[in-house]
């Protein structure tokens, strides 16, 4: 059995694990700073394996050492959003807890390929991957699936078609500048454009930029954790089975798109190595000044970051 360890055992970090374990991938190991909690998750979560049928094991921990050997490290480990708050106002708070649970578990897990959720989410991965000195292939983040899903269920309740059948790319870094390429998106092969009308499709865009904080101003207490944590299973399974899965997400820059030395939300392949390929869309000028506006914000945070640790 494969191994996921889960940094992080809050709403996100519990319910990857749940999205996992109906999905029967790996043995999984839940670790938060909290006693008892990531254990009695764990236990709960085992003792409903014989109702749903699926062979797991589920353990809780206050150590990194219960990580060892880990196939894939999943850090969602840091703050959530309060309502009003910014994604950069976690910044200094989360840099601390992120670049020790990743060091920590490169420890016990030297080949582990890293799947980073904490927010701000391009800032986090940067950091996770220059603390841990590893090649771009194995520190990985999630943003761009979630925000993509998002504009696919939005696109789904206007035209009333499956979702399976609506294909969205949200690019760009994880914040309100995030790119939503209309033009490459379609349904069922026709493009949105032609599908939807020009103010629903706004409509539509404006919403999925909004769609962390439409939800966080919903719960008051703490941010989106469903598509999230379902994203980052579906990135965990596509690498697990050598899937070659093209998905948006963000990763290390190293000349594509025009960036470097950064992380931004852009197709990647993922396989066993995690990002096996980064696909690169031609974009037209509307696009790139999206892109380029986008890579700035991140840009900006990268630099915040860069004053309060040393990398
Ligand atoms: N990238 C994305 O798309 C996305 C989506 C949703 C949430 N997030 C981010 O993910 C993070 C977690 O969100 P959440 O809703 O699960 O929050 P949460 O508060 O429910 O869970 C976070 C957990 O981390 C734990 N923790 C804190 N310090 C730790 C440490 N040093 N080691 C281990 N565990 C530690 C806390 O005890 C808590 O249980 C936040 O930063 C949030 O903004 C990102």
Same mark, same amino acid.
């Given at each position: 059995m494969n191994k996921i360890s889960i940094i992080g055992a809050g709403m996100t970090g519990a319910t990857t694990a749940h999205w996992l374990a109906e999905r029967e991938l790996a043995d999984i190991v839940l670790v938060d700073v909290v006693e008892g909690m990531p254990q009695g998750k764990a236990l709960d979560m085992t003792e409903a394996m014989p109702i749903i049928g699926k062979d797991v094991n589920i353990l809780g921990a206050n150590d990194y050492a219960a990580t060892k050997g880990s196939d894939i490290i999943i850090i969602t480990a840091g703050l959530p959003r309060k309502p009003g708050m910014s994604r950069d106002d976690l910044l200094s708070a989360n840099a601390e807890i992120v670049g020790t649970a990743a060091t920590e578990t490169l420890k016990h897990s030297p080949d582990a390929i890293y799947i980073i959720l904490t927010n701000p989410l391009d800032t986090m991965a940067y950091l996770a991957m220059k603390k841990m000195g590893l090649p771009r292939n194995r520190v990985i983040g999630q943003a761009g699936i979630l925000d993509s899903a998002r504009m696919r269920a939005f696109v789904a309740m206007e035209t %009333?078609?499956?979702?399976?059948?609506i294909d969205c790319y949200v690019l760009g %870094?994880? %914040?309100?500048?995030?790119?939503?390429?209309t033009r490459h998106s379609n349904v069922a092969g026709v493009p949105l454009k032609d599908y939807v009308s020009p103010s629903k499709l706004d409509a539509i865009v404006e919403r999925t930029r909004k769609g962390g904080g439409e939800i966080v101003g919903l719960l008051k207490t703490g941010s989106a954790f469903y598509a999230p944590s379902a994203a980052c299973a579906q990135m965990a399974e596509a690498i697990l089975k050598n899937k070659n899965l093209i998905v948006p997400c963000a990763a290390h820059m190293e000349g594509e798109y025009g960036l470097t030395d950064m992380f931004f939300g852009v197709p990647v392949m993922l396989g066993r190595n995690g990002i096996e390929k980064i696909i690169e869309y031609s974009l037209d000028d509307g696009e790139k000044a999206m892109f380029d506006k986008s890579a700035e914000a991140v840009k900006e945070t990268h630099e915040a970051l860069k004053k309060l640790v040393q990398l």
């Open positions: %009333g078609v499956s979702v399976e059948n %870094g994880h %914040g309100d500048e995030m790119v939503p390429l």
